[in-house]
């Protein structure tokens, strides 16, 4: 069974603050993330990908992967209200004799504090 | 570039009875995602097509059922709707196979 953890939350932040996430997941072979933000009543929209070890910046937003640890996570920089969302971790599965499966991890809600 | 569009948006369907929901890649993507979102499974993946043929499926009954047409359109079918098949069901494409996956708005299915 591949597996996508996730802190479900709720994290709340202060305005200006640092919001950091994290996820693990289960397969060791996996070799692509992402990162997705869902508001609520509205679907899934793509912040960052990351395929490499180490960290990828792409303005406020930060993804850092460990695939030694399993582990990748998001940071936010100067969290603004605007950020409030359900943050959902994803790792591309691949299964012998059969195409990738996007799995999803359960979500993280995110508060950001005015 | 135009985005996912799915429809119907909305959906209000009986027990027994059948759905069909249909889904318009962006264009160019050729692979195209069905998940389902509920609240007490999260995002669950259903089947993937590309270039027609269904690549993988997930763990879900054979009353839901897919196909995609040369176009790289998509429709998804549940059949005999149950209760628990009320959620947010979720289109996505992407440009190939294995590159990142693009959602739709879903289209929100209640069974009454």
């Known amino acids: 069974q591949k597996e996508v953890e996730q802190n479900s939350g709720p994290l709340s932040v202060p305005e200006g603050a640092i919001a950091s996430l994290n996820c693990t997941y289960s397969d060791r072979g996996s070799q692509s993330f992402f990162w997705y933000r869902q508001y609520s009543g509205k679907s899934p929209e793509l912040i960052m990908f990351i395929y490499s070890n180490g960290d990828k910046e792409d303005g406020r937003f930060t993804a850092q992967l460990n695939k030694a640890s399993q582990y990748v996570s998001l940071l936010i920089r100067d969290s603004q209200p605007s950020d409030s969302a359900t943050y959902l971790c994803?790792?591309?599965?691949?299964?012998?004799?059969?195409?990738?499966?996007?799995?999803f991890g359960s979500g993280t809600q995110l508060t950001v504090l005015p | 570039k135009a985005g996912v569009t799915q429809t119907p948006r909305y959906l209000i369907k009986t027990r027994g009875q059948q759905v069909t929901l249909s889904c318009s890649p962006i264009s160019g993507h050729r692979s195209v995602s069905w998940y389902q979102q509920t609240p007490g499974q999260g995002l669950q993946f259903l089947f993937e097509?590309?270039?027609?043929?269904?690549?993988n499926k997930g763990n879900f009954p054979g009353r839901f059922s897919g196909r995609q047409f040369s176009n790289s359109r998509s429709e998804m079918n549940v059949s005999t709707l149950e209760l628990g098949d009320s959620a947010l069901y979720l289109c996505?494409?992407?440009?190939?196979?294995?590159?990142?996956?693009?959602f739709g708005p879903g289209t929100r299915l209640t069974v009454l």
């Open positions: 994803a790792v591309n599965f691949f299964s012998p004799g059969s195409a990738r499966q996007l799995t």
């Open positions: 097509y590309f270039s027609e043929t269904q690549r």
């Open positions: 996505a494409s992407s440009l190939e196979l294995e590159d990142t996956q693009y």
